[in-house]
């Protein structure tokens, strides 16, 4: 029987935040929101992380006001060593939102910048950058702005084809970006007016074809059919764009694959999700190399996508309280995941050969009494240790955490 060991906090930064409660009228805009020196420095997220085998450190992408978006933590000495990413951004590139994504071919890494300002501003924004980092070297290098005046939500790569696609934001596009030519094509436009429908993150499977969701666009009716997200699939070769009339599984379906493991009872925080109804929106895809990708919906569903058909299945229900935007695949094919909002946070493991799911909730750091507000993404180091980004705690710098399991 598994179960946690220890729960440790790595604190980059610790500004004790205030106004949260009142912020449409302290903060009636993003540019009132940055003029304030306490949020502005302080009211960092940690929002992607990537475990490098090659040094053994575990890369973070922040949400960062003032521009200091990519750090490397040591895991042995528990320090951080920022990686001078203001060398090259400008005051609208403010996160590294999903995905940094590791290239074995080059041994470099590839992420997008994202934003937070409004309208107001879009004319001086000229547009998400995509970046390659070379470690070894500690050199930058923007490849372009993919889809001009938008900003890039995440991120996918078929490396050995030479392509990286994204999902823009504010308006909903999914691109293909070539890394020989640097050109981009916008392959759809995939929202609508109702929804945000892009997934949280994206997979290329092992035959290259790219897998997200998208919008019904529904222009001849006033209202959206029963299900206005559905699933897509893209191939670069001859530019085959496959729309599924189905989405994923709600926690309302009955039929699922596994019984839900024990869970806190507490209700969904619907206050703090864009998604106030569950239409099987993709909070996190993590492809298992071979048949399956596991899905996390933001209402705290684990599913699987079968690559050979398309079908989609409800595996079971595990999060509470909601979202389930972090999970990955561990080398011996265990598969890790995480979320949960205000507090009550989970993480949770399932083995694919036994087809059990262990889930364990109050996430906690005994040392000083605090816990992670939620979580936006994980990554795994040796010895089962899981790494948890922490993101949009209001009331303090949000922390890394790790989480030792046992078993």
Same mark, same amino acid.
């Given at each position: 029987?598994? /179960?946690?060991?220890?729960?440790?906090?790595?604190?980059?930064?610790?500004?004790?935040?205030? !106004?949260?409660?009142?912020?449409?009228?302290?903060?009636?805009?993003?540019?009132?929101?940055?003029?304030?020196?306490?949020?502005?420095?302080?009211?960092?997220?940690?929002?992607?992380?990537?475990?490098?085998?090659?040094?053994?450190?575990?890369?973070?992408?922040?949400?960062?006001?003032?521009?200091?978006?990519?750090?490397?933590?040591?895991?042995?000495?528990?320090?951080?060593? !920022?990686?001078?990413?203001?060398?090259?951004?400008?005051?609208?590139?403010?996160?590294?939102?999903?995905?940094?994504?590791? +290239?074995?071919?080059?041994?470099?890494?590839?992420?997008?910048?994202?934003?937070?300002?409004?309208?107001?501003?879009?004319?001086?924004? +000229?547009?998400?950058?995509?970046?390659?980092?070379?470690?070894?070297?500690?050199?930058?290098?923007?490849?372009?702005?993919?889809? +001009?005046?938008?900003?890039?939500?995440?991120?996918?790569?078929?490396?050995?084809? !030479?392509?990286?696609?994204?999902?823009?934001?504010?308006?909903?596009?999914?691109?293909?970006?070539?890394?020989?030519?640097?050109?981009?094509?916008?392959?759809?436009?995939?929202?609508?007016?109702?929804?945000?429908?892009?997934?949280?993150?994206?997979?290329?499977?092992?035959?290259?074809?790219?897998?997200?969701?998208?919008?019904?666009?529904?222009?001849?009716?006033?209202?959206?059919?029963?299900?206005?997200?559905?699933?897509?699939?893209?191939?670069?070769?001859?530019?085959?764009?496959?729309?599924?009339?189905?989405?994923?599984?709600?926690?309302?379906?009955?039929?699922?694959?596994?019984?839900?493991?024990?869970?806190?009872?507490?209700?969904?925080?619907?206050?703090?999700?864009?998604?106030?109804?569950?239409?099987?929106?993709?909070?996190?895809?993590?492809?298992?190399? /071979?048949?399956?990708?596991?899905?996390?919906?933001?209402?705290?569903?684990?599913?699987?996508?079968?690559?050979?058909?398309?079908?989609?299945? /409800?595996?079971?229900?595990?999060?509470?309280?909601?979202?389930?935007?972090?999970?990955?695949?561990?080398?011996?094919?265990?598969?890790? !995941?995480?979320?949960?909002?205000?507090?009550?946070?989970?993480?949770?493991?399932?083995?694919?050969?036994?087809?059990?799911?262990?889930?364990?909730?109050?996430?906690?750091?005994?040392?000083?009494?605090?816990?992670?507000?939620?979580?936006?993404?994980?990554?795994?180091?040796?010895?089962?240790?899981?790494?948890?980004?922490?993101?949009?705690?209001?009331?303090?710098?949000?922390?890394?955490?790790?989480?030792?399991?046992?078993?």
């Amino acid at each position: 029987m598994s /179960k946690i060991t220890k729960v440790k906090a790595h604190v980059l930064k610790s500004t004790q935040l205030n !106004g949260w409660e009142d912020r449409h009228r302290l903060f009636p805009s993003y540019r009132h929101l940055r003029a304030n020196k306490q949020w502005r420095e302080g009211w960092i997220s940690f929002d992607t992380l990537t475990f490098c085998t090659d040094d053994g450190n575990v890369y973070c992408g922040l949400n960062d006001m003032t521009g200091d978006l990519l750090y490397r933590f040591n895991p042995k000495s528990e320090e951080f060593t !920022g990686l001078n990413t203001n060398s090259w951004t400008d005051s609208f590139d403010v996160k590294i939102h999903r995905t940094i994504l590791y +290239n074995s071919l080059d041994k470099c890494f590839y992420f997008a910048t994202s934003m937070l300002h409004d309208v107001e501003d879009q004319q001086d924004a +000229n547009g998400g950058k995509l970046v390659r980092y070379d470690p070894r070297i500690d050199k930058y290098e923007v490849l372009g702005v993919p889809v +001009n005046k938008l900003y890039v939500q995440s991120i996918a790569a078929d490396f050995t084809r !030479g392509k990286i696609y994204g999902f823009t934001y504010p308006a909903e596009c999914v691109f293909e970006f070539d890394m020989v030519s640097r050109k981009s094509d916008i392959l759809a436009w995939t929202g609508n007016a109702c929804y945000m429908s892009q997934p949280h993150n994206s997979v290329v499977d092992s035959n290259g074809w790219l897998w997200g969701t998208y919008a019904e666009t529904r222009a001849w009716d006033d209202m959206t059919g029963p299900v206005p997200i559905r699933l897509f699939k893209y191939h670069p070769d001859g530019k085959q764009f496959i729309c599924f009339d189905h989405g994923l599984p709600r926690i309302s379906d009955i039929e699922q694959l596994i019984p839900d493991p024990e869970k806190p009872d507490v209700e969904m925080e619907k206050d703090e999700s864009r998604h106030k109804e569950d239409h099987g929106f993709v909070d996190s895809m993590c492809y298992d190399g /071979k048949q399956y990708i596991y899905v996390g919906t933001t209402a705290g569903v684990l599913a699987r996508i079968d690559t050979k058909d398309g079908r989609a299945e /409800k595996m079971a229900h595990i999060i509470a309280s909601g979202r389930m935007p972090a999970l990955g695949i561990a080398e011996d094919g265990t598969l890790y !995941g995480a979320g949960g909002l205000k507090g009550e946070t989970q993480i949770f493991k399932y083995d694919p050969n036994k087809q059990k799911i262990d889930s364990f909730c109050n996430l906690r750091d005994e040392e000083i009494d605090d816990r992670p507000a939620r979580i936006h993404e994980l990554t795994i180091g040796p010895d089962n240790t899981v790494y948890l980004a922490e993101n949009d705690n209001h009331n303090r710098s949000s922390y890394l955490w790790s989480v030792k399991l046992s078993g």
